[in-house]
């Protein structure tokens, strides 16, 4: 279970642009769970799932992962769980153009302890669930931004992570795209996994287990 205790971000604190980007959101996320952040752009979103998964530091507040506060971990302890228990579907971590889908998924599996590799198999029956196993051996600048979205998540996904953070998964996409999406977080927790995402796709709500709507970072 994740559980956010008043969590605030305030960007540029002090100066003339200060924004206070999250205001003291407090919110449950059980396991084996789907749940959705949703809100006007500009709400905090993004915001609040960064710092769930613990790539930006809050301003205030707690996170507690099955009841230990990681923002009392060392950065070390943060990364390797990070590492071992994440995975992330953001637009602005951009796949490189000038490598082929499979080296895009496999080449990030270097930083941890693992032969790459040994994941061929596995990356390339994601690829098919995902209906793009042919566009495998394709470099990822000659891929559609459907095809890049869901090579991103074949990417998050190969080492079965327990948590998977999903900013606007299906924003780029086109319908049958969207119902794969659907289908897969979906299956990813009838197999013991937690999903949080933000979205504004009402299909995507409807598969959530819970739907936490904010407004000028404010949960409401
Ligand atoms: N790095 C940053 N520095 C300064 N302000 C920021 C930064 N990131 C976000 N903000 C501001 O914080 C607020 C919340 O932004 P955030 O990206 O979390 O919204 P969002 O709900 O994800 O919006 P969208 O639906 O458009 O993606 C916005 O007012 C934004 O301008
Ligand atoms: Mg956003």
Redesign the pocket.
């Given at each position: 279970m994740i559980e956010v205790r008043n969590l605030t971000k305030i960007?540029?604190r002090g100066k003339f642009n200060e924004?206070a980007?999250v205001v003291d959101v407090s919110l449950k996320v059980k396991d084996r769970s789907i749940v959705a952040l949703t809100?006007p752009?500009?709400?905090?979103?993004?915001?609040?799932l960064s710092m769930i998964g613990l790539i930006l530091t809050p301003t205030s507040g707690e996170i507690l992962y099955d009841g230990e506060n990681v923002l009392l971990a060392s950065d070390f302890w943060r990364t390797m769980f990070r590492r071992q228990s994440f995975g992330f579907i953001f637009q602005h971590i951009n796949l490189l153009p000038q490598y082929t889908t499979l080296e895009n998924i496999l080449l990030p599996l270097y930083s941890s302890d693992v032969d790459p590799w040994e994941y061929e198999g596995k990356a390339r029956e994601w690829l098919s669930r995902l209906g793009i196993a042919d566009r495998a051996e394709h470099l990822v600048e000659q891929l559609s931004g459907g095809e890049q979205q869901r090579a991103a998540f074949v990417r998050a996904l190969i080492k079965d992570p327990k948590y998977v953070f999903a900013d606007?998964p299906t924003v780029f996409v086109d319908e049958e795209t969207s119902r794969i999406i659907y289908k897969v977080f979906s299956s990813l927790r009838d197999s013991g996994k937690t999903v949080l995402l933000?979205t504004h796709d009402p299909e995507l709500m409807k598969i959530a287990d819970e739907t936490y709507r904010?407004c000028k970072?404010r949960l409401v």
């Open positions: 960007f540029n924004t980007a809100g752009s500009g709400c905090g979103k993004t915001t609040l606007e933000s904010f970072g």
